[in-house]
């Protein structure tokens, strides 16, 4: 079965510093991942996508890479700010079309 | 624009009372709707998801159920709550978009959550 897991549970970075949150995967046939950020007592929000065809995508601060070799992906932000202080989730849309989500890395920006 | 509400935000209910949480979409026509749930500092579990109309697929086995009267409105019901019933209930939406060969993109966006605390 398909499963998302995230390496560390929670990361603390000095704000002005970059911010790399990883996720790995066990379906190789899997095509899209998004990572959504959910700030406290709120509803998860979609930060970013990848397709299975890139290997990088930028948005606005934030860069995903994706690693189909070892089945991994991860979440840069760049110059990390104390609103970025969140949880944030790696999900895979899998093959049957419903994502499944990993587990979450708590981020905390100290000031 | 699309948006998505949910209501109540914060529910507190006694243990083997009914429950009825409704959610609406608008914007968007034959969405994808989802119910979840997310236990304390947990990731997120799915525990419905409809295709349409009249459309419900259970994920787990639960003395939940959901119903789609509307093709925007999506509801998660219990007739008599358990204490692990408590959780944050997320309900999402999704319109897929067809990818390359079989492959499809399912871009969920989510509703603001509500508290469930059964005591």
């Known amino acids: 079965g398909e499963s998302v897991g995230l390496h560390l549970p929670t990361l603390s970075v000095q704000e002005g510093d970059n911010s790399i949150i990883n996720c790995a995967y066990s379906?190789?046939?899997?095509?899209?991942f998004i990572w959504y950020k959910q700030e406290s007592g709120k509803g998860p929000q979609f930060i970013i996508d990848?397709?299975?065809?890139?290997d990088k995508r930028q948005g606005q601060r934030v860069t995903v890479l994706l690693n189909k070799t070892v089945k991994h992906l991860s979440l840069q932000i760049a110059a990390t700010q104390p609103g970025d202080s969140a949880v944030y989730f790696c999900?895979?849309?899998?093959?049957?079309?419903?994502?499944?989500f990993g587990k979450g890395t708590k981020l905390s920006v100290k000031p | 624009s699309q948006t998505i509400h949910q209501w109540p935000a914060t529910l507190v209910q006694p243990v083997g009372s009914p429950l009825s949480l409704e959610c609406t979409v608008e914007g968007t026509s034959n969405p994808n709707l989802y119910w979840y749930r997310q236990a304390a500092g947990r990731g997120l579990q799915l525990l419905f998801y409809s295709v349409g109309i009249g459309q419900i697929s259970s994920e787990v086995p639960q003395n939940l159920s959901a119903s789609r009267p509307q093709d925007r409105q999506f509801i998660l019901s219990s007739k008599k709550l358990l204490l692990s019933d408590s959780g944050f209930y997320l309900c999402?939406?999704?319109?897929?978009?067809?990818?390359?060969?079989?492959?499809?993109?399912?871009?969920?966006?989510f509703g603001p959550g509500t508290r469930l605390t059964v005591l």
């Open positions: 990848i397709r299975s065809n890139m």
């Open positions: 379906n190789s046939a899997s095509d899209y």
């Open positions: 999402a939406w999704s319109v897929i978009r067809a990818g390359q060969g079989a492959s499809s993109y399912n871009e969920q966006f």
């Open positions: 999900a895979d849309g899998g093959s049957q079309g419903n994502l499944i």
